[in-house]
């Protein structure tokens, strides 16, 4: 199973970026995905969950209104899509995949985890 993150990198606040998620190894389609995220000294916290077929999502409290996820089952991919960044959503973004139809926030509930994407927002 792999799970490969892409699209991190240092941004200026206010700035968008928009990561990725590929998957190979195991089914996709069906199953919840999640981002999570880790600043240093922090503990990990989601940022935003998908159920299998894209119908039930979450959003942390710091994301609703900036950020997007989203899915496309025929690629294997998802995505996060995330506006107006600030200084504290500087962190290793993580992508996690569920052996359930939706897991949302609970990141025991994902066994397969990618290594991260650094993102950092200067102010």
């Known amino acids: 199973v792999q799970l490969v993150e892409s699209g991190g990198g240092l941004v200026q606040a206010g700035d968008s970026v928009r990561l990725s998620c590929t998957v190979s190894g195991r089914t996709f389609s069906g199953y919840g995905m999640g981002w999570f995220r880790q600043a240093p000294g922090k503990e990990r916290e989601v940022v935003a969950a998908m159920s299998g077929n894209g119908d039930s999502v979450y959003y942390a409290d710091s994301m609703k209104g900036r950020g997007t996820i989203s899915r496309d089952n025929a690629k294997n991919t998802v995505h996060l899509q995330m506006n107006n960044l600030k200084p504290e959503d500087t962190a290793v973004y993580y992508c996690?995949?569920?052996?359930?139809?939706?897991?949302?926030?609970?990141?025991?509930?994902?066994?397969?985890w990618g290594q991260g994407t650094q993102v950092t927002v200067s102010s």
């Open positions: 996690a995949a569920s052996w359930t139809y939706y897991s949302g926030p609970n990141y025991a509930l994902y066994p397969d």
